[in-house]
């Protein structure tokens, strides 16, 4: 699988951990992220990320900031992108079961490396059940009309 990963100034530490674990996995990793704690636009990054998972340049993404929110308030705004915010395996499952999400989101200041891995294996391994959850995601990407 090819998988975008983004981070900000918060996050290089944590983003080279999750690169090296999605290697180990055998996935191909495209980084958009930054890798010094210099301050950076999150916002630059999300939607760099969100615009490369939307035109199908990956398989999906992984953003990575303080919170994992202000990163993807960014890529959400993306035409296309599903980008959602996990901090534990439970939703992170869910969110690809049920809302097909294309962009997983943690934050390194809210998760520690072992949960941050524990999320991105959760994510993922799950598979979009479709059905009426492809019902509910169809109405979502009508709203971006």
Not at 53 to 75: F, H, N, R
Not at 107 to 122: F, H, L
């Amino acid at each position: 699988m090819k998988i975008i990963i983004g981070n900000d100034h918060a996050s290089p530490d944590m983003k080279r951990e999750i690169v090296k674990y999605l290697e180990e996995l055998g996935h191909e990793v495209v980084n958009f992220g930054v890798d010094t704690t210099e301050s950076c636009n999150y916002p630059e990054i999300g939607a760099k990320a969100g615009r490369a998972v939307a035109a199908g340049e990956a398989d999906c993404g992984i953003l990575i900031c303080g919170t994992g929110v202000g990163i993807s308030l960014a890529a959400n705004k993306i035409k296309g992108v599903r980008a959602a915010v996990c901090s534990e395996t439970t939703t992170a499952r869910l969110v690809k079961q049920h809302n097909n999400a294309n962009i997983l989101a943690f934050g390194s200041r809210i998760v520690g490396i072992e949960t941050a891995k524990d999320i991105v294996k959760a994510y993922l391994d799950a598979e979009f059940e479709g059905g009426r959850h492809k019902i509910r995601v169809d109405m979502i990407h009508e709203l971006e009309k």
